[in-house]
């Protein structure tokens, strides 16, 4: 498995490369080339041509979940491809797998938008798409491990904003949060969003969906932007306990964060460009 950053909010010395506050992960596994989020704008396009990656060639797009710094590049993908498909360039529709409320409408203290400025409906044209609550098997060894069971007491103790469904408001928990998991031969490689979910929560899903205990890294948000003691002591003391082999804490994950963190693990560095290989 081979996973490119082409979005995050940091960007490398030398690299020539674009960030912003988002998540876009170019992941190749068994012969198949999936995207994961598609960031806030197109910047993800950008430093995809910069990187020689053609995104027309994709078999699949996974949403972690409908926010905008996840969910709005998708414009400009469609963009890309209704101009690929006029041009004869692509003919095959890449499958796009997420939970069923990545595409509700959400608010957040006054603004009316948070949620995915596309539909299912927009999308249809250029995605297979299938939206599930339970795990799913894109490849043998990469799962995208559907409605993450939050089991304890110091993580998405608190909803964000409000959600709409079916003309209905209520309190908005994230529940279409999701993640990646690969397993690989000596343990797992689990790719995160945002983790709305809660990073421990999320692991010990990838733990029990794939049947493998050990933790070779973990790559991605780890939702602790300004957390409770509560939230980041318990998130610690797991990860002391949990010793991945390392850890790329980006994105949503503050400074304060990090540096708890790389007390108890081995903490690298994430930037647009970034190329992990296991």
């Given amino acids: 498995m081979r996973l490119t950053v082409l979005v995050d909010n940091n960007t490398f010395i030398d690299q020539y490369l674009i960030g912003e506050p988002a998540v876009s992960y170019y992941i190749e596994a068994e012969g198949k080339m999936i995207l994961f989020d598609a960031g806030y704008s197109d910047v993800f396009l ?25 969910s709005w590049g998708l414009a400009h993908l469609l963009r890309l491809y209704s101009e690929a498909r006029s041009s004869g360039r692509m003919e095959h529709k890449p499958w796009l797998i997420a939970h069923p409320q990545v595409f509700a409408q959400r608010s957040y203290r006054g ?47 608190e909803s964000l904003g409000e959600l709409q ?88 994950t503050d400074l304060r964060s990090k540096f708890q963190i790389a007390q108890v693990v081995d903490l690298q560095e994430v930037g647009s460009g970034l190329v992990l290989e296991v």
């Fill in 46 to 70: 950008l430093n995809a041509a910069k990187l020689g990656i053609d995104l027309t060639r994709l078999d699949m797009l996974v949403l972690s979940h409908g926010h905008p710094d996840h």
């Fill in 111 to 157: 603004d009316p938008q948070i949620g995915s400025l596309l539909q299912p409906l927009d999308l249809a044209p250029f995605f297979d798409i299938q939206l599930s609550k339970d795990p799913v098997k894109l490849t043998d060894n990469l799962t995208f491990l559907g409605e993450i069971e939050r089991g304890n007491d110091f993580e998405a103790q």
């Fill in 165 to 252: 469904v079916d003309g209905r408001e209520s309190p908005d928990w994230v529940l279409d949060d999701s993640a990646l998991a690969y397993r690989a031969d000596d343990g797992l490689v689990i790719i995160t969003g945002c983790s709305h979910a809660g990073i421990c929560n999320i692991v010990e899903q990838a733990r029990r969906v794939s049947g493998q205990e050990k933790v070779l890294d973990i790559i991605g948000g780890f939702h602790l932007l300004n957390p409770s003691a509560l939230q980041l002591n318990g998130t610690v003391d797991y990860l002391a306990q949990l010793k991945p082999a390392q850890v790329h804490a980006c994105h949503c």
